[in-house]
Every structure is written in structure tokens, then in C-alpha cells.
């Protein structure tokens, strides 16, 4: 299986393409000039020029140290306006669905992060009424015992003193 790297009339990856200084991924050409000497037929990346702030890039990169027209046919066109538009679009959205996804799964994380907190919170204010509870159940039992042992200590006092 030949890859972009074999075969001089492929196109690059995406991914693998240097930046331009504006930013951009560049766009492979053909040079088809006959200066400088011995470059015509020799790939090279150039800046795709889709900047709106109509400054010149100079950006130029060889992919070729030697013509290909001494080896193979020199391509014509390597990739057209066109061709470099799609890959850009794809790439840009393969980027914004790749962003979404990572947005999506830092709000899982987050919504999983609070529920666990609400859940400690609901535990511990659970934990907290039962203990209240237990608390006044026991004043409570205090409470009713000592009413009846001071209510037979009453009894036992107006029995004597009726007596």
C-alpha cells in the first residue's frame, strides 16, 4: 500500500501539514516556474491566502529537494481550491465535534461531582435528625421518669400529711 509519502500526486494529511504565519494548514502546490533552476515539478506548501485581513504571507515550505520530472510525469495540480476548502471544512468540524465531545464529558463530570456532593450532604443531615431524634427520645425517657418518680414522691407526701 504506497502512501502520500511514496506516491509524488497524493496529498498530505491534514494533520501533517505545517501552518502557514497566519495560521492556516497550507495549501500543496506544484511549481511550475523555470526559477529558480531545477524547481519546476517540486511540491511545496504555501500559504492558502484565505486571510480576510488582506495581509501578504510569504509562508513557503519544499515537500521535494529535486524535480520530479526526472523521476515521474510532473503533476499538474496537486490540489485544487476546492479540494483545499473541503479538508479545511472537514477539519474544522472533525475540531468543533471533537470539542463538543470533550465539553460534554466536563459536564458529566461536573453534574456526577455535585450529585456526589448533594448525596454526602443529604447523608449527613440524615445522620444528623436521627441523632436529634435519638436525643429527644432519650430526654424524653428522662423527662417521663422523673415525673413519675417526683409524681410518687407527691403522692407519698399527701398521703403522710393527710394521714
Given at each position: 500500500?504506497?502512501?502520500?509519502?511514496?506516491?509524488?500526486?497524493?496529498?498530505?494529511?491534514w494533520?501533517?501539514?505545517?501552518?502557514?504565519?497566519?495560521?492556516?494548514?497550507?495549501?500543496?502546490?506544484?511549481?511550475?516556474?523555470?526559477?529558480?533552476q531545477g524547481?519546476?515539478?517540486?511540491r511545496?506548501?504555501k500559504?492558502?491566502?484565505i486571510?480576510?485581513?488582506f495581509?501578504?504571507?510569504?509562508f513557503?515550505?519544499w515537500?521535494?529537494?529535486?524535480?520530479?520530472?526526472?523521476?515521474?510525469?510532473?503533476?499538474?495540480?496537486?490540489?485544487?481550491?476546492?479540494?483545499?476548502?473541503?479538508?479545511?471544512?472537514?477539519?474544522?468540524?472533525?475540531?468543533?465535534?471533537?470539542?463538543?465531545e470533550?465539553e460534554?464529558?466536563?459536564?458529566?463530570?461536573?453534574?456526577?461531582?455535585?450529585?456526589?456532593?448533594?448525596?454526602?450532604?443529604?447523608?449527613?443531615?440524615?445522620?444528623?435528625?436521627?441523632?436529634?431524634?435519638?436525643?429527644?427520645?432519650h430526654?424524653?425517657?428522662?423527662?417521663?421518669?422523673?415525673?413519675?418518680?417526683d409524681g410518687?414522691?407527691?403522692?407519698?407526701?399527701?398521703?403522710?400529711?393527710?394521714?
Amino acid at each position: 500500500m504506497s502512501t502520500w509519502r511514496d506516491d509524488h500526486n497524493a496529498i498530505h494529511p491534514w494533520n501533517e501539514r505545517p501552518k502557514c504565519h497566519c495560521g492556516f494548514r497550507t495549501w500543496l502546490q506544484v511549481w511550475d516556474e523555470p526559477l529558480p533552476q531545477g524547481k519546476k515539478g517540486c511540491r511545496f506548501f504555501k500559504c492558502p491566502d484565505i486571510d480576510d485581513d488582506f495581509k501578504a504571507c510569504t509562508f513557503m515550505q519544499w515537500v521535494d529537494t529535486r524535480p520530479l520530472g526526472a523521476v515521474r510525469p510532473i503533476p499538474e495540480q496537486v490540489e485544487n481550491k476546492s479540494q483545499y476548502y473541503a479538508r479545511l471544512t472537514q477539519a474544522r468540524e472533525e475540531a468543533r465535534l471533537a470539542h463538543e465531545e470533550h465539553e460534554r464529558r466536563v459536564r458529566q463530570q461536573q453534574i456526577r461531582a455535585a450529585l456526589k456532593i448533594q448525596e454526602e450532604r443529604f447523608q449527613a443531615r440524615e445522620a444528623d435528625l436521627k441523632r436529634e431524634e435519638e436525643k429527644q427520645k432519650h430526654r424524653y425517657k428522662e423527662a417521663g421518669q422523673s415525673s413519675t418518680t417526683d409524681g410518687r414522691k407527691g403522692k407519698e407526701k399527701f398521703l403522710r400529711f393527710t394521714q
